[in-house]
């Protein structure tokens, strides 16, 4: 990929948290001894992880968040992956061409690019995935990626139909999309799981074919071999795949375990290869041998309810962010050498010219008590408020999630005066009432689904499924759409300094720390890869 993303210097491995997506942490504490698979496995390499919690959905369209890519990035393939430099690879295209004015893309299909059942991947297997991917009914959370695509927002939106989307099977192993515009990132965006193909002909046979391993299809470096739903996966080398001379591992087993401090005594017995870290021990295990330290692409923040009181108050809404203190919570809470987010689009961006984007749109949420005491007193004024109605701070079933809670609870009551209830929630049934505008103030956090930081900010637009706040400003609508279909990289990357600006003016969410991951490996694993702005590669890790 030629522009975006300033790569960051170390191998990106993250914990499995949040996407374009709400990132989970949640789940039961259940998950199988590492000794399930037998005797067996002292003879073969097995990769013992841990994927916190049981996937959304396997089906790529669908599974719209971390705890789903882990598995499907490298059970499936697109048309492109990203390879260990983090730039796009040929992957199931072996080349493609592109039009003059940008918008048309033309993908040559591998001749041995097969399904785990032998089929061949074909450009009709595109042409299916994406259709569904934009199809109404799927109610697919990454449908909006589609929108690069002409045709795409209309269909999703009920103004078009699935004719209108211009993807098409020239032939067998040909596939060419049309945009609405010259993107020259899309190699990139195509490597998220949502373009990830589907088989056509399992799919319409067996609509229900991703939900267990003995239906499950694949076409990446491993297929899945057993599926315990809440308790295991086990990944297994696919013999189908085109690449497999690069895949060293003979399995890859998944417990499904959402408590870090479980998690790491699971490493600590030899149950797990890896780990993070749990916060109340960070002090300890944070210099220790093996422990890497590295940086992704993403947000954690909360989100108001502009549509619940007393939130639909806009100096309220900046009351509560500015009395919250980001540096104390990365430096005594989470503990894990974050960096405190004083705005949204998280570092690492390069624009033309040349400069960070965090460098050129600077600190935009900072804390400041006292300006946040004067800002509660005005917003109460103006609706008439003699007391605050009840504010209750949701956020999904995870001690990590937790301790900011309660730390921001402290913040409110010390900088505000104001007494805030604290509800935790399972990750399934949180992430759906978020979705339904449920939750007065709930916590969120968002992965880069691509490198751009147009990616983060049109998740704000009115209607928008990321937008996830009841939050609608017409100006802002404006910078997004312009900013899409601006050609000159200049005035585009101005456009989303704008939008940023006018988000962080309206507030209808509040940044806390960009991603820096920590964890601890065992001796003997090398090769796994995360990027900075991707998903988890186990296509290159072997263990000794």
């Known amino acids: 990929m030629k522009k975006g993303f300033l790569l960051f210097i170390t191998v990106l491995f993250i914990a499995a948290l949040s996407a374009c997506t709400t990132g989970s942490g949640a ?52 048309l492109t992956r990203l390879g260990k430099n983090d ?26 690019a097969n399904w785990s059942n032998g089929d061949p991947v074909t450009a009709q297997d595109f042409v299916y995935a994406w259709k569904q991917l934009l199809n109404p009914k799927t109610g697919s959370p990454a449908a909006f990626l589609g929108y690069f695509i002409e045709g795409g927002k ?22 060419k999309v049309t945009l609405t515009a010259p993107t020259n990132y899309f190699l990139h965006v195509v490597t998220n799981p949502a373009f990830f193909p589907v088989n056509a002909k399992v799919a319409k046979e067996n609509p229900e074919w991703h939900t267990e391993a003995e239906s499950f299809v694949s076409n990446g470096p491993f297929k899945l071999k057993k599926w315990a739903h809440e308790k295991e996966m086990v990944m297994v080398r696919n013999d189908q795949y085109w690449d497999k001379e690069t895949v060293r591992l003979d399995k890859v087993h998944w417990a499904m375990v959402n408590n870090t401090n479980t998690e790491y005594q699971m490493f600590k017995s030899d149950e797990l290869d890896m780990t993070a870290i749990p916060s109340d021990m960070a002090d300890q295990l ?58 949204f689009v998280s570092p690492g961006f390069e624009g033309p010219s040349g400069k960070d984007f965090r460098e050129v749109n600077g600190d935009l949420v900072k804390f400041n008590p006292e300006k946040a005491k004067k800002l509660l007193e005005e917003g109460m004024k103006e609706e008439g408020y003699d007391k605050l109605p009840p504010v209750t701070l949701t956020y999904n079933t995870d001690e990590g999630h ?17 007494n805030v209830t604290l509800q935790n929630t399972e990750w399934n049934v949180f992430l759906e009432a978020q979705k339904n505008l449920k939750y007065q103030l709930s916590r969120s956090s968002f992965l880069f689904d691509y490198a751009d930081p147009i990616n983060f900010l049109e998740s704000f637009t009115t209607g928008q499924s990321m937008n996830r706040t009841g939050w609608s400003n017409k100006e802002y609508d404006k910078l997004i759409a312009q900013a899409k279909k601006e050609t000159n990289e200049e005035k585009r990357w101005e456009l989303m300094y704008e939008a940023e600006k006018l988000l962080a003016e309206e507030m209808p969410i509040f940044p806390i720390h960009y991603y820096n991951q920590v964890y601890i490996y065992k001796d003997d694993i090398t090769g796994i890869v995360r990027h900075p702005v991707g998903y988890l590669e186990l296509k290159w890790a072997d263990k000794k």
């Open 27 to 78: 789940g039961d504490d259940g998950g199988e001894s590492s000794n399930s698979e037998g005797a067996s496995d002292s003879e073969e390499k097995v990769l013992y992880m841990n994927n916190g919690e049981e996937p959304t959905s396997l089906n790529p369209p669908v599974g719209f968040d971390a705890v789903s890519w882990n598995v499907l990035n490298n059970l499936m393939e697109g």
């Open 87 to 112: 730039k796009p690879q040929p992957a199931m295209a072996e080349d493609w061409d592109v039009s003059e004015n940008g918008k048309v893309y033309t993908f040559y299909l591998r001749e041995d």
């Open 154 to 175: 209309e269909y999703n939106t009920g103004k078009g139909s699935a004719e209108d989307v211009m993807v098409k099977a020239v032939d067998d192993k040909t596939f």
């Open 286 to 343: 944070i210099d220790g041998d093996n422990v890497v330290i590295e940086k992704q692409a993403g947000l954690y923040f909360y989100r108001f309810n502009v549509n619940k009181e007393p939130f639909q108050n806009k100096k309220i809404r900046k009351a509560f962010a500015l009395a919250v203190n980001q540096e104390n919570i990365v430096n005594y809470v989470t503990k894990n050498n974050e960096e405190a987010a004083k705005a």
């Open 402 to 418: 937790k301790a900011i809670a309660v730390a921001m609870q402290s913040m409110f009551n010390e900088n505000l005066g104001v």
